[in-house]
């Protein structure tokens, strides 16, 4: 049976790098034990994805943060370090703080900290964004600047950027990071124009590799086509044609379905197609706890179980769901 899995590599080296630097004193040597394990530091951070214990990462991957801020300081232009952070704070802000601000909305509570953590966690990404791509070359005021021009934004990141999977994941979480910084700021119409500055982003990413992070081009143009008004370009059935084609195309990566409920079947008023949805999540949420729980019966393996790189998708799937279930009533 598979196991839980706790980002442990990540935490181990960082814990001995940690030493090594309180260790020495000179700068100089910082700075190589920091950059001799960046890369791998880099590279084991997409374990995380295989975590099934929504509550494990949310307990773990904030105290990991604070820990490469501070190998960061002392190596201040690593790139893999700062795609890391750029990485890490936006999925962290995605997961755990939008989540609780769900909630939070739903339940009409009077506390906004999922909000104002989401705000303050996207910002940080996108900080370390912006100073990645300086180190590249691309200026972020050169990217709102261009992005009324066609293909501004692209042939500057083409120019700049290579196609290798630290460059577009950047690009990719950094406009993530900017685009909900817009969606959570809609009051804010000096910001809502960065949403161009976004979508060229995507559009750059999604060209060059249409599968990234397991479907994430397509929740956002699911998204950005059914969340936008039709007097302002919005296109709810294009909308909805774009998620069930990634349903489609991505089966076990039941967050296609949890977004297409949140940003579409619900805003939509869709009762039929929600259902249809929430029964699906619904059987999958009892076969993922029976699959994680200990018993004496044998395990019936299902296609879903062999997916074990998109693990956390399907926790944080399932996260989303109880909360719709919990509180659908008021949606229809």
Known sequence: MEQFCVPVKIVRLVLILSFLLTSLSCSTMNKMAVGGSSNLLYESSGGILGESNYEVFKHAIAGN??????????????????????????????????????????????????????????????SFGIRYLEERGVEFDEIISRMNEPQGIFHLLDKNLNTNKRD??????TAQALGSLVNLQKDNMGLISHLTAVKGMFDWVCIKDPSINFGTCDIFYGAYEAGRPTMLGGNPKKG??????????????????????????????????????????????????QYYIYDQNPKIEKPWMRETNIRLYQTLALKRYELMNRFQKQFF
Do not use: C
């Not at 962290?92 to 303050?120: D, H």
């Not at 577009?168 to 979480?173: G, S, W």
């Open 168 to 173: 577009l994941e950047l690009v990719l979480f």
């Open 65 to 126: 943060l604070v820990l490469l801020e501070g190998l960061l300081r002392q190596s201040p232009k690593n790139l893999n370090l700062l795609a890391t952070l750029n990485k890490g704070y936006a999925g962290y802000a995605f997961a755990i703080n939008e989540t609780q601000m769900i909630e939070e909305e739903w339940a009409n509570l009077k506390s906004e900290e999922g909000r104002k953590q989401a705000l303050l966690n996207y910002s940080r990404a996108l």
């Open 240 to 289: 909805k044609e774009i998620f069930l084609k990634a349903i489609s195309k991505h089966p076990h990566n039941w967050l296609m379905r949890a977004s297409y409920l949140q940003f579409y079947l619900i805003p939509q008023n869709d009762e039929e197609g929600f259902k249809e949805q929430m029964a699906f999540l619904k059987n999958h949420d009892q076969e993922f706890s």
